[in-house]
């Protein structure tokens, strides 16, 4: 899989470099699943095959209010500017980079073939913020806490075995 990272449209505060190492650092975590991932320049990509490529970009139409959204389709993984706009004025101590990096690992894992969210809130692919009132489940059975991320930031050893279960060594 080769991902691009477009920084274009980005809230103020957030350093490409910054994002860009987030991406990476999801790619490699995810790789571990056995499908090879690597993030390219937008330089590199306009030389490769278009159809191979996701798009990591920021756009609110993409991302539909939300953090993060993953359109498999149309192979764009949006980030949401206005999110993490809300994010900065409401809570301005939360540590948002937590919360990037968690929406990029989660998101980055539907691209993955994992399609079905994990029940395990501590997994990366837990679908607790979902806005439809599904409840994933804690290791000592008390409700999940938002702030800081519950979430790992990056996919767990589960995360990892079920995407190694829906991408099968060829
Ligand atoms: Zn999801």
Redesign the pocket.
């Known amino acids: 899989m080769r991902l691009v990272y477009r920084h274009a449209g980005a809230p103020p505060g957030w350093d490409e470099a910054l994002v860009l190492g987030a991406v990476q650092r999801a790619a490699l975590a995810w790789s571990a699943c056995g499908v090879p991932a690597e993030v390219i320049s937008e330089a590199a990509a306009s030389l490769g095959p278009p159809a191979t490529l996701v798009w990591v970009q920021w756009s609110d139409a993409g991302s539909r209010g939300n953090f993060g959204l ?1 359109d498999l389709g149309g192979r764009s993984l949006s980030l949401g500017p206005a999110a993490f706009r809300l994010l900065a004025t409401r809570n301005p101590r939360h540590p948002a980079f937590q919360t990037l990096q968690m929406v990029i690992s ?2 980055m ?2 691209f993955f073939g ?1 399609m079905a ?1 994990s029940r395990r809130c501590i997994d990366v ?1 837990s ?1 607790y913020d ?1 806005g439809r009132g599904e409840v994933c489940s804690t290791r000592d059975g008390g409700a999940h806490q938002a702030v800081p991320e519950y979430r790992a930031l990056l996919p767990t050893a589960c995360d990892i075995a079920r995407c190694r279960a829906v991408n099968p060594p060829r």
Do not use: P, V
């Open positions: 993953a989660h998101e894992g539907h994992l969210h692919m679908y979902n």
